[in-house]
């Protein structure tokens, strides 16, 4: 089993930051891509980021230039770095990973709880 546990979520201001985190434990061979979802309430969940393996990387056009991602493989991790906010950046953010466990050769998606980010105006 596998779980990945979401931190850093909470109330800002336009304008300012957040750190989301992301790590995941458990009966893990390795990790492929690794993302990050955000659902606000009437709409559907959408990518905000994602993260190859290779390091490479896909944004929502909506948060290009103010959000980054990067892997934190110390802890099977993810982050995601969100400057710039807007209260448009309102919603649940998920974690989702991409894991191959021990016994397996296809990976399995798993997602987080998800955390929630509130953006004032």
């Known amino acids: 089993q596998v779980q990945l546990v979401e931190s850093g979520g909470g109330l800002v201001q336009a304008g300012g930051s957040l750190r989301l985190s992301c790590a995941a434990s458990?009966?893990?061979?390795?990790?492929?891509?690794m993302g990050w979802y955000r659902q606000s309430p009437g709409k559907q969940r959408e990518l905000v980021a994602a993260?190859?393996?290779?390091?490479?990387?896909d944004f929502a056009e909506s948060v290009k230039g103010r959000f980054t991602i990067s892997r934190e493989n110390a802890k099977n991790g993810v982050a995601l770095q969100m400057n710039s906010l807007k209260p448009g950046d309102t919603a649940v953010y998920y974690c989702?990973?991409?894991?191959?466990?021990?016994?397996?050769?296809?990976?399995?998606?798993?997602w987080g709880q998800g955390t929630q980010v509130t953006v004032s105006s």
């Open positions: 989702n990973a991409l894991v191959v466990v021990w016994g397996r050769v296809q990976s399995t998606p798993y």
């Open positions: 458990g009966n893990i061979r390795s990790i492929n891509d």
């Open positions: 993260i190859r393996s290779d390091g490479s990387t």
